[in-house]
């Protein structure tokens, strides 16, 4: 049977300059793999004429694998560097120039080209805790004394409609009205309502608030 020679490349492993390789034969040398043209012996496998690149690796560093300078940092734009140059050139702009030590403010500052420390944050979060707890002690104090001089609480968002005897701020559930109450038993109940209009309205009922029951201050009572 005729031989007809090599279809597929033969894998012949590390590049050895003592081997003689014939055409297809496939080695790797410095990262990379080659395939020879032609039959060689002692030439390396960068030799064009000889072998032709088949896969293209890099060395173990990133001082070693090229990349382009888009931006400029290390060479012109657009020009070849190293990973590692890139790589150090970002972290000198983080470490000297994005977050240096002279643009950190350490009190108040209206200055657009700085930045707070985290000890300046910690100091304006304590005071904004201490004054809320201020202002809340505050609240807590004015509605126990609001409160103390009725005899009912604040009826927040519902409508009191019968209640123990006393007076009673009360505010509608849709912000359409605010009253002054007075409940006289459990049943008597007198009401100074102001509209969300402006209109002042008082209203007098012995069951539940009645239109019919009630007068436009102006007209009379």
Request: hydrophobic content about 35%.
């Amino acid at each position: 049977m005729e031989d007809l020679g090599k279809v597929m490349v033969v894998p012949k492993g590390a590049y050895n300059a003592n081997t003689t390789y014939e055409i297809l034969d496939l080695v790797t040398y410095n990262g990379s793999s080659y395939v020879a043209l032609k039959s060689t012996k002692g030439n390396v496998p960068t030799n064009t004429a000889y072998w032709q690149l088949h896969g293209q690796g890099y060395p173990g560093s990133a001082a070693g694998v090229p990349a382009k300078d888009t931006q400029g940092m290390v060479v012109a734009a657009g020009s070849n560097s190293t990973v590692q140059a890139l790589i150090d050139a970002v972290a000198d702009k983080v470490m000297t120039k994005l977050f240096a030590k002279a643009n950190i403010a350490q009190t108040e500052s209206t200055a657009t080209d700085k930045v707070p420390s985290s000890a300046y944050l910690k100091s304006v979060k304590d005071d904004i805790n201490s004054n809320l707890g201020s202002t809340n002690n505050r609240v807590s104090s004015l509605e126990e004394n609001f409160s103390s001089g009725y005899d009912g609480p604040l009826a927040g968002s519902t409508v009191r409609t019968k209640g123990t005897e006393g007076w009673y701020v009360e505010l509608s559930n849709n912000n359409q009205w605010a009253a002054m109450t007075l409940n006289i038993g459990e049943s008597i109940r007198y009401r100074l309502q102001i509209e969300n209009t402006g209109q002042l309205t008082m209203y007098r009922t012995t069951d539940n608030w009645a239109t019919n029951q009630s007068k436009v201050v102006s007209e009379g009572w």
